[in-house]
């Protein structure tokens, strides 16, 4: 069962620097407080439902229920490894169940991060998920960047496949790689809420406080992959305070 979801527009080239000029000035007006319908809603948008589906159902919880290693397959130049490396252990610090982390072993890997150079974008994705499909997700995704993983009957993630262009700039590099990233961890369904990286129109470059209420919700440990709807509303009071409570004192906002 294949789900896929995609960065489909890139915005204008940034500058290098110790940080983008683009990602500071999206930190600096970044929303912070969040009502707990307004965390609720964007959870249930993004952690059900799929962007793009080839098959399985998609009304169910979909995470992963066991470590997640990610090898890098770096192609394409400027090498952007040590990037992909920090993005993932800001992922690992901001989410508190989560056990994330890159390995050399590509036989032990769960999610492969495959860099390219954007001529050879198209090319990859044939090469990662077959001709006939590869010609669905042009068709439907026509994507700049791409994730997808593949889940089990049970709904628990079993690999996640993410592909990133290193060379349309620092900025994109950064959103597209915090964005499908996060969406092979599970939340692969776009949405309109202005809030998250979920949203094809927002380009935000970091892990934004909304979206770390989103993962930290679905890697709680009593939400289980294959959940409904209705399942997880009935455990959202008791999570959420938790939650609350971790992603402020990750990010040093008042409790």
């Not at 620097?17 to 249930?44: H, L, M, N, Y």
């Not at 989410?95 to 036989?107: E, F, G, S, V, Y």
């Not at 809420?193 to 927002?202: L, S």
């Not at 406080?209 to 959940?227: C, E, S, T, V």
Request: hydrophobic share 40%; aromatic share 8%.
């Amino acid at each position: 069962m294949l789900v896929l979801a995609a960065t489909i527009g890139f915005c204008a080239i940034a500058t290098a620097g110790a940080e983008d000029p683009q990602i500071a000035t999206r930190r600096a007006s970044e929303r912070k407080v969040f009502s707990d319908p307004d965390i609720i809603k964007g959870f249930f948008k993004t952690a059900f439902g799929a962007e793009f589906r080839i098959s399985g159902a998609i009304d169910r919880i979909r995470k992963y229920d066991k470590p997640v290693r990610i090898y890098i397959d770096g192609r394409g130049t400027p090498d952007r490894r040590s990037e992909v490396a920090e993005v993932v252990a800001d992922i690992g610090a901001k989410i508190q169940h989560l056990d994330i982390a890159i390995t050399t072993n590509r036989d032990e890997a769960n999610m492969t991060v495959t860099l390219v150079r954007e001529r050879d974008l198209r090319r990859t994705i044939r090469k990662t998920y077959g001709s006939d499909r590869a010609r669905q997700i042009q068709k439907n995704l026509d994507p700049q960047c791409l994730s997808g993983f593949q889940k089990d009957e049970t709904f628990r993630i079993i690999r996640s496949d993410v592909i990133l262009v290193v060379d349309a700039g620092n900025f994109i590099f950064r959103d597209c790689a915090f964005e499908e990233m996060l969406q092979a961890l599970g939340p692969i369904n776009d949405t309109d809420i202005p809030w998250t990286m979920f949203n094809d129109d927002v380009q935000m470059g970091f892990f934004g406080i909304y979206d770390q209420y989103i993962l930290n919700i679905l890697y709680h440990p009593r939400i289980k992959a294959g959940m409904t709807v209705d399942e997880v509303s009935g455990l959202l009071p008791q999570i959420l305070p938790k939650v609350r409570a971790f992603v402020a004192r990750t990010n040093n906002l008042a409790p």
